[in-house]
C-alpha cells in the first residue's frame, strides 16, 4: 500500500475505470514505489518540470510561478514571481561567462511575451526580455555557439545576455511547437506539419553580425507534428497528429524509416501505406518520444510502442496501456518503461521478450516413418507466418501508481531519489522507493541513538 507523507494526501477522484486487461492487484511486488510524498505549491495546472542538479528540480505551470524543489525530501526551497500568465516553456541555462559564481540558471517563457532568465541558487531575476510579437512555445540552447532560440511565430537567436541578434521572418500562425540542434550549426523547427531546416551563420571578419538561414522544407507528413526529438548521432524522429512516425538521417535530412500502421502492430508491406481515415486522429496522435541505443518508445494515442531501430519495425506495444491520452513517458533501468495519461495514472512497464512457439511437431505413423508420408505445409503456414509477424517482444504492467485525481502532464526520473510527476490537479507526487527510504530511516535512527548516547553495544 501507498504511505501518504507530507501535504494532506487524499483519496483521487474522478479517475476513469481502468480497463480490465491492464490491471495490476494491489501486491504489486515489482514496484518499488510504495511511499509518496504530496507537494503542493501552485494553484493551477503544473505542467514543466526540469531537473536542475542531482537533487533539485523546478515546476511551472499556468499559474506563472517556478517554485524550485529538493528532490530527496520534497523542501520547497525557492518561489519565482515574474510572469503574468502561463509559463509556456522551461529550460536549464548555461552559467554566464560574466558570473563569477557559476550558478544553476533556468530561462522561462510565458504567455505574456516575456522571456526571463533566472539564478536557480538566490531566486533573483538575471534578466528579462519582453520585446516578442508572438507567445514563444519552444527554447532551445546552442551551447556549442553560446546562443540560444526561441521559437513563436518567428524564430530568434540571443546570446548569453539575452541580446536579439537575429531573427526570420513570419513563419505561421500557428507558431514554431518544437526545436531541435543537428550538425553543421543547423536547427529543425517543426512548424504545422511542415519541417524547417535552418542554419545559424556566425559573425566572421567579413560579416560581423549573425544571420540565420532557410536551408530547405521537408513535406512528408500529412498532418500537425506533434513531437520532435534527437534519437542518436545518425538520425532524429518526428512523430504527427495523424500517428506517423518518420526517422530522418540527421546530416542530409533523407527519410530513413518511416511507420503508419500503428493500429496495427504487424509490419507494414508498404511504408508508404495510407493512414486508416476511419480511425480516429486522438487514438494515434504521437505525443511524446523517449528511446536508447535500440529502440523508440512512442506514446501513440492512448497506447505505447516500441520501435527497433535496426529492424525497422514495431517489436512490442500496448495499445491500451492508458483509458486516456499518453502525455509522458520516461525511460527506466532495467528495460522498464513510465508512462503517465490524462486519466490520472502512472504506469510503470518491463520491456520482455517473447517466449518462442513449440517447433512443429514430427508427423507419425507407419507411411510418415518411412518418408511415403506428406506433410501437410499449407496448415503450418498460417502459424508460421504469424509467428514471424507478431512482435518478438512484450510490454508488461508491473505497476500502477495512483495519487493524482486528474490528467499527469509530465514526469522526471532521479536516479536516487525516485520519480517526480505534475498534474492539472496543481499538485506534484514524489514517488519514493519504500525499501530504500525505510533503510535511510533506520540509518538515521541509530546514528541520532549513537549520537545522543542512547545506544550501547555490547561486547
Known amino acids: 500500500m501507498l504511505r501518504w507523507l507530507i501535504g494532506g494526501g487524499r483519496e483521487p477522484q474522478g479517475l476513469a475505470e481502468k480497463s480490465p486487461l491492464q490491471t495490476i492487484g494491489e501486491e504489486q511486488t515489482q514496484n518499488p514505489y510504495t511511499e509518496l510524498l504530496v507537494l503542493k505549491a501552485h494553484h493551477d495546472i503544473v505542467r514543466f518540470l526540469v531537473q536542475l542538479d542531482e537533487y533539485r528540480f523546478a515546476s511551472a505551470g499556468d499559474d506563472g510561478i517556478v517554485v524550485v524543489w529538493n528532490a530527496q525530501t520534497g523542501e520547497k526551497l525557492l518561489e519565482l514571481n515574474g510572469h503574468t500568465q502561463k509559463i509556456t516553456a522551461l529550460i536549464t541555462f548555461p552559467s554566464l561567462e560574466a558570473c563569477e559564481e557559476k550558478n544553476q540558471l533556468i530561462l522561462t517563457t510565458s504567455a505574456d511575451r516575456t522571456v526571463i532568465l533566472w539564478d536557480c541558487d538566490t531566486g533573483r531575476q ?51 511547437s518544437a526545436l531541435i540542434e543537428i550538425p553543421k550549426n543547423c536547427v529543425v523547427a517543426a512548424v504545422g506539419k511542415e519541417l524547417i531546416i535552418f542554419r545559424l551563420v556566425a559573425p566572421t571578419e567579413e560579416s560581423l553580425e549573425w544571420d540565420i538561414l532557410e536551408i530547405k522544407r521537408l513535406l512528408d507528413h500529412q498532418d500537425n507534428i506533434l513531437s520532435l526529438v534527437n534519437v542518436n548521432d545518425v538520425s532524429f524522429v518526428t512523430g504527427s497528429h495523424v500517428g506517423e512516425m518518420i ?74 496501456a492508458h483509458d486516456s491520452n499518453v502525455l509522458h513517458i520516461a525511460k527506466l533501468p532495467n ?104 533503510g535511510l530511516r533506520s540509518l538515521k535512527l541509530f546514528q541520532k541513538l549513537e549520537e545522543n548516547g542512547g545506544l550501547y553495544l555490547a561486547v
Open 335 to 438: 528495460r522498464q518503461l513510465i508512462s503517465c495519461s490524462e486519466d490520472g495514472s502512472v504506469r510503470i512497464w518491463e520491456l520482455r521478450e517473447k517466449q518462442q512457439l513449440a517447433a512443429e511437431p514430427v508427423p507419425t505413423g507407419f507411411f510418415n516413418m518411412w518418408g511415403f508420408g506428406r506433410v501437410n505445409k499449407q496448415a503450418s503456414q498460417p502459424v508460421k507466418k504469424q509467428q514471424e509477424n507478431s512482435p518478438p517482444c512484450s510490454l508488461e504492467l508491473i505497476g500502477d501508481l495512483i495519487g493524482h485525481s486528474s490528467s499527469v502532464e509530465m514526469l522526471l526520473y532521479f536516479e536516487d531519489h525516485g520519480l517526480v510527476t505534475c498534474s492539472a490537479d496543481h499538485l506534484i507526487i514524489l514517488w519514493k522507493n519504500g525499501e530504500r527510504e525505510s
Open 126 to 176: 538575471v534578466r528579462k526580455v519582453s520585446c516578442f510579437q508572438s507567445t514563444i512555445k519552444c527554447l532551445i540552447v546552442l551551447q556549442r555557439l553560446d546562443v540560444w532560440l526561441s521559437g513563436g511565430n518567428d524564430l530568434c537567436v540571443w546570446n548569453q545576455k539575452l541580446d536579439l541578434l537575429c531573427k526570420t521572418g513570419h513563419l505561421s500562425d500557428t507558431g514554431i
Open 247 to 320: 526517422i530522418w538521417d540527421i546530416l542530409d535530412w533523407t527519410v530513413q524509416a518511416c511507420e503508419c500502421s500503428f493500429w496495427d502492430p504487424s509490419p507494414q508491406l508498404d511504408t508508404q501505406q495510407e493512414i486508416k481515415l476511419c480511425q480516429k486522429p486522438d487514438d494515434i496522435s504521437i505525443h511524446h518520444f523517449t528511446w536508447d541505443e535500440e529502440n523508440v518508445f512512442a506514446a501513440v494515442g492512448r497506447g505505447l510502442y516500441v520501435y527497433n531501430l535496426h529492424m525497422k519495425r514495431v517489436i512490442a506495444c500496448q495499445k491500451s
